[in-house]
């Protein structure tokens, strides 16, 4: 498997990581469906905010080779506004976050960005002219 191979391809990497388990605990099934189990029972006494940072954390480390701290400062840096539109992150319920924005080539980090205008500047990177034709438009 390719390093964020779970990032690009959830469920194929889910279909892996399965056979890979089904493979290694074949001949003590009942061993991996201990393991499962307390896994549920850890993950159940985990609290919601445990369970999140965690998510996070993992998802930085994994994604971009960031800790919490370095996005923390980088977000300090930025003074806890998008990069671009200068706005604060939206509090919606499902996150209240700036997105961490990256060359998909180089995988340097160029800044954080409120999901609106990551969207936009993952148009600008991937279709040539992009800009220009936006530019075009608005100005019709």
Same mark, same amino acid.
Request: glycine share 4%; with cysteine; charged share 30%.
């Given at each position: 498997?390719r390093r964020n191979e779970h990032a690009i391809n959830p469920e194929g990497y889910?279909?892996? !990581? &399965?056979? !890979?388990?089904?493979? &290694?605990?074949?001949?003590?099934?009942? #061993?991996?469906?201990?393991?499962?189990?307390?896994? &549920?029972?850890?993950?159940?006494?985990?609290?919601?905010?445990?369970?999140?940072?965690?998510?996070?954390?993992?998802?930085?480390?994994?994604?971009?080779?960031?800790?919490?701290?370095?996005?923390?400062?980088?977000?300090?840096?930025?003074? +806890? #506004?998008?990069?671009?539109?200068?706005?604060?992150?939206? &509090?919606?319920?499902?996150?209240? /976050?700036?997105?961490?924005?990256?060359?998909?080539?180089?995988?340097?980090?160029?800044?954080?960005?409120?999901? /609106?205008?990551?969207? +936009?500047?993952?148009a600008v990177d991937r279709r040539e002219g992009w800009?220009?034709?936006?530019?075009? !438009? /608005?100005?019709?």
């Open positions: 498997m889910r279909a892996y !990581y &399965r056979a !890979y388990m089904k493979k &290694r605990f074949a001949e003590k099934p009942e #061993v991996w469906e201990r393991q499962k189990e307390a896994t &549920r029972r850890w993950r159940a006494r985990q609290s919601p905010e445990t369970q999140r940072l965690r998510a996070r954390k993992h998802n930085l480390q994994s994604q971009y080779r960031l800790s919490l701290e370095q996005y923390d400062a980088l977000l300090t840096t930025q003074g +806890g #506004v998008c990069a671009i539109c200068l706005q604060p992150p939206p &509090r919606t319920q499902k996150t209240s /976050v700036l997105e961490v924005d990256h060359n998909h080539e180089t995988g340097e980090i160029r800044g954080l960005l409120c999901h /609106v205008c990551n969207q +936009g500047m993952i800009l220009e034709n936006a530019r075009k !438009y /608005v100005e019709r």
